[in-house]
């Protein structure tokens, strides 16, 4: 999986009903991270849609949580067979050595893919890309992913560590002959993002944003 680190940055996530003043705005670094070629171990089902945990993660008052900027029901959708899976991270390298990426059937109960990656040095948002080495996902399916932060244990790095986790779900669909035509006639980044988000293609329009 190629490595890229981006220079853009976003504005922090807040919740629909929530309004964002000058003085609210927060500017974080946006990572595109690479995936360890060695893949742990299989392990635990996946939590509800858009759940998560810090584990045994250090609780970080000044930084949001562990959260995956797509995760309301129904708007999940990308036109990708290869999509990018975006989260924001409040741990660094300085907190965890490694993350661990899967993605799983509905059920959360084969695996399609799982690999570990090396965490950023500072929080931010972070998008993980399915490589196209893999088998790309089929229209009309739904797809459970799961990611993991492996922090060690306050007691002592060599005790077993609950992680840190973030779970979610994606569904490829067929791109219509509307959003085709509206992507075919954008000339400029912004309007590929409109037309993304008017037919409610998050992942997708978050790539783009990025």
């Not at 990708?80 to 050595?97: G, N």
Request: glycine share 4%.
């Amino acid at each position: 999986m190629v490595v890229a680190w981006s220079s853009c940055f976003l504005i922090s996530r807040v919740e629909a009903d929530q309004s964002i003043s000058k003085e609210q705005e927060v500017q974080l670094p946006t990572y595109f991270i690479q995936a360890n070629p060695e893949p742990p171990d299989k392990g635990t089902p996946l939590a509800p849609d858009g759940t998560g945990s810090r584990g045994d993660c250090l609780y970080k008052a000044e930084l949001p949580p562990l959260h995956a900027l797509v995760d309301i029901k129904n708007l999940y959708s990308t036109v990708s067979d290869y999509p990018t899976f975006w989260i924001y991270l409040p741990y660094t390298s300085d907190d965890a050595p490694l993350g661990e990426f899967s993605l799983q059937d509905e059920d959360g109960e084969n695996d399609f893919y799982r690999k570990s990656f090396k965490l950023p040095d500072q929080p931010g948002i972070v998008g993980i890309r399915l490589p196209k080495t893999e088998t790309p996902l089929e229209v009309g399916q739904t797809y459970a992913w799961n990611i993991k932060i492996k922090c060690p244990t306050r007691e002592s790095v060599n005790q077993p560590s609950t992680p840190a986790y973030i779970t979610g779900d994606v569904r490829r669909v067929a791109q219509s002959p509307d959003l085709e035509k509206e992507l075919n006639e954008a000339k400029i980044p912004l309007e590929r993002i409109t037309a993304y988000s008017k037919h409610h293609i998050w992942y997708d329009t978050l790539t783009e944003l990025a």
